[in-house]
């Protein structure tokens, strides 16, 4: 049997509700795990190790029992110190936010429902408003692919990428605004779920700017995202913004037929911005994809040239609106770069939020248009592989270009259109580092997405390497 930290979600449940491994070994092996790496990889802000390992025995008495376990009874699961935990702060990554939660975030109780121990709190870009992933308060996590140079894990969910890659847990919620889950699920070599808008609750999570956040799974397979999103999805009274639609059993369809989807390619703006060495990777995941029986074409986003701007003026004004009140009392406390982020919302007019919000729409119909011709839309995650901490420019193709736009750059625009999107590991550089593959899908067809991501995964090895941490 493997090491029971690189098991997977999958795994762990069915042999937790089989018998062969109980849930206090499974605890205990993650938390040894986080004793011999975290001090120097700083995932997790906080880690509930006595609540774990009582959740974990009475997980084990539940089965003795002879009850029905859940589909995630027994496994631990990490979350982005966003979400709240009933009793623990809820930090945002900050240094002064310390009242704790009166209750579980919705996902929180959800996940809690199906069986899953709530193993601790994870690492973020402060106020998750941020690509990199950096933190001066606990300290910035480091990409566990490269154990000598501190390499960015990508933000803002930098600890549940590095936590999940690391084999600290073995699944963890993240958040993403303008890529927080796809940018370090990329750069950090694991999968990344990017649910349409309204699919997940985001009830008790800290927000940074309503009409963007999206909760969702990170996780090293795509099965045990399908898994976790199943559980997560759904309406939610508690958060107005989430669909009364049906939740489709995104497990079950994950072995459904991919032969004969449609894939649309983003060349221009996309593929044509990545570094050379991406864009053969995501070119030979094209590849595969057409072995599979996909037949692939190119198709454009006319206003895709704009996503920057807008996506700027829309965070930037309701990521101001969110912060405004702190701000007047703890302005001092906050991270140079996010509060400078911050303020430059006060210089924004109305009219240019306005105008961000029409580009959005015109963006929207892009999108939908591309959709009248394909099922799924495919580009890079990230332009790069993980840059390390210091600096703030990167070279692409020998242009030097600025990091947090550059890590941004192929993410953010689907937060403005609110389509589903998944990162998959699409394989390695010269220098052992992973890129990611980004599938993006209709409204609500998280299960198209998820299955194309599955039969490629399953034609690939990439999701079954590990990095040289520890």
């Given at each position: 049997?493997?090491?029971?930290?690189?098991?997977?979600?999958?795994?762990?449940?069915?042999?937790?509700?089989?018998?062969?491994?109980?849930?206090?070994?499974?605890?205990?092996?993650?938390?040894?795990?986080?004793?011999?790496?975290?001090?120097?990889?700083?995932?997790?802000?906080?880690?509930?190790?006595?609540?774990?390992?009582?959740?974990?025995?009475?997980?084990?008495?539940?089965?003795?029992?002879?009850?029905?376990?859940?589909?995630?009874?027994?496994?631990?699961?990490?979350?982005?110190?966003?979400?709240?935990?009933?009793?623990?702060?809820?930090?945002?990554?900050?240094?002064?936010?310390?009242?704790?939660?009166?209750?579980?975030?919705?996902?929180?109780?959800?996940?809690?429902?199906?069986?899953?121990?709530?193993?601790?709190?994870?690492?973020?870009?402060?106020?998750?408003?941020?690509?990199?992933?950096?933190?001066?308060?606990?300290?910035?996590?480091?990409?566990?692919?490269?154990?000598?140079?501190?390499?960015?894990?990508?933000?803002?969910?930098?600890?549940?990428?590095?936590?999940?890659?690391?084999?600290?847990?073995?699944?963890?919620?993240?958040?993403?605004?303008?890529?927080?889950?796809?940018?370090?699920?990329?750069?950090?070599?694991?999968?990344?779920?990017?649910?349409?808008?309204?699919?997940?609750?985001?009830?008790?999570?800290?927000?940074?700017?309503?009409?963007?956040?999206?909760?969702?799974?990170?996780?090293?397979?795509?099965?045990?995202?399908?898994?976790?999103?199943?559980?997560?999805?759904?309406?939610?009274?508690?958060?107005?913004?989430?669909?009364?639609?049906?939740?489709?059993?995104?497990?079950?369809?994950?072995?459904?037929?991919?032969?004969?989807?449609?894939?649309?390619?983003?060349?221009?703006?996309?593929?044509?911005?990545?570094?050379?060495?991406?864009?053969?990777?995501?070119?030979?995941?094209?590849?595969?994809?057409?072995?599979?029986?996909?037949?692939?074409?190119?198709?454009?986003?006319?206003?895709?040239?704009?996503?920057?701007?807008?996506?700027?003026?829309?965070?930037?004004?309701?990521?101001?609106?969110?912060?405004?009140?702190?701000?007047?009392?703890?302005?001092?406390?906050?991270?140079?770069?996010?509060?400078?982020?911050?303020?430059?919302?006060?210089?924004?007019?109305?009219?240019?939020?306005?105008?961000?919000?029409?580009?959005?729409?015109?963006?929207?119909?892009?999108?939908?248009?591309?959709?009248?011709?394909?099922?799924?839309?495919?580009?890079?995650?990230?332009?790069?592989?993980?840059?390390?901490?210091?600096?703030?420019?990167?070279?692409?193709?020998?242009?030097?270009?600025?990091?947090?736009?550059?890590?941004?750059?192929?993410?953010?625009?689907?937060?403005?259109?609110?389509?589903p999107a998944v990162s998959v590991p699409c394989g390695f550089t010269a220098q052992g580092l992973p890129a990611g593959l980004q599938l993006v899908g209709r409204p609500f067809d998280e299960a198209t997405i998820l299955r194309l991501a599955h039969a490629y995964e399953q034609a690939t090895a990439w999701h079954r390497r590990r990095p040289p941490a520890g």
């Amino acid at each position: 049997m493997p090491e029971l930290h690189w098991l997977s979600v999958t795994d762990l449940a069915r042999q937790i509700a089989a018998g062969a491994v109980s849930p206090v070994e499974v605890v205990e092996a993650h938390l040894a795990r986080i004793e011999a790496l975290d001090g120097k990889l700083k995932a997790f802000i906080s880690l509930f190790a006595d609540r774990a390992l009582e959740a974990a025995k009475a997980a084990e008495a539940t089965l003795a029992k002879g009850e029905a376990p859940g589909p995630l009874h027994g496994v631990p699961i990490g979350l982005k110190d966003l979400y709240d935990v009933r009793g623990v702060p809820t930090t945002g990554g900050s240094s002064f936010l310390r009242q704790p939660a009166a209750e579980d975030a919705t996902v929180t109780r959800r996940l809690r429902e199906a069986g899953a121990i709530v193993l601790g709190k994870l690492n973020l870009h402060e106020f998750a408003f941020g690509p990199e992933g950096l933190n001066a308060t606990y300290g910035t996590a480091w990409n566990p692919w490269d154990p000598t140079t501190h390499r960015l894990p990508g933000g803002s969910s930098s600890g549940s990428g590095v936590a999940v890659a690391a084999g600290l847990c073995p699944a963890a919620l993240g958040s993403d605004t303008g890529g927080s889950i796809r940018i370090p699920a990329a750069l950090c070599g694991i999968v990344g779920v990017k649910p349409t808008y309204g699919r997940v609750s985001r009830a008790g999570v800290l927000p940074l700017a309503w009409s963007l956040d999206h909760a969702g799974p990170m996780t090293r397979t795509v099965a045990d995202a399908a898994l976790l999103l199943r559980v997560l999805a759904g309406y939610d009274p508690g958060d107005p913004t989430t669909s009364v639609l049906p939740v489709a059993d995104y497990p079950a369809a994950l072995d459904g037929p991919v032969k004969g989807l449609r894939v649309g390619l983003l060349r221009e703006y996309f593929l044509e911005a990545a570094d050379r060495e991406i864009q053969g990777l995501v070119a030979a995941a094209a590849g595969v994809l057409e072995g599979l029986g996909c037949a692939v074409e190119e198709v454009r986003l006319p206003h895709a040239t704009y996503t920057a701007a807008a996506a700027y003026a829309v965070i930037t004004a309701e990521a101001l609106a969110v912060h405004e009140p702190l701000l007047r009392r703890h302005a001092a406390e906050y991270a140079p770069d996010v509060r400078q982020r911050l303020l430059t919302g006060q210089f924004l007019l109305a009219t240019q939020y306005l105008k961000g919000q029409r580009v959005r729409h015109l963006l929207r119909r892009d999108v939908e248009q591309a959709f009248e011709r394909v099922d799924c839309l495919l580009a890079p995650t990230v332009p790069i592989a993980a840059p390390p901490l210091e600096g703030g420019r990167v070279t692409v193709n020998g242009e030097s270009r600025d990091r947090r736009g550059t890590l941004l750059r192929l993410t953010r625009g689907f937060n403005l259109t609110g389509h589903p999107a998944v990162s998959v590991p699409c394989g390695f550089t010269a220098q052992g580092l992973p890129a990611g593959l980004q599938l993006v899908g209709r409204p609500f067809d998280e299960a198209t997405i998820l299955r194309l991501a599955h039969a490629y995964e399953q034609a690939t090895a990439w999701h079954r390497r590990r990095p040289p941490a520890g």
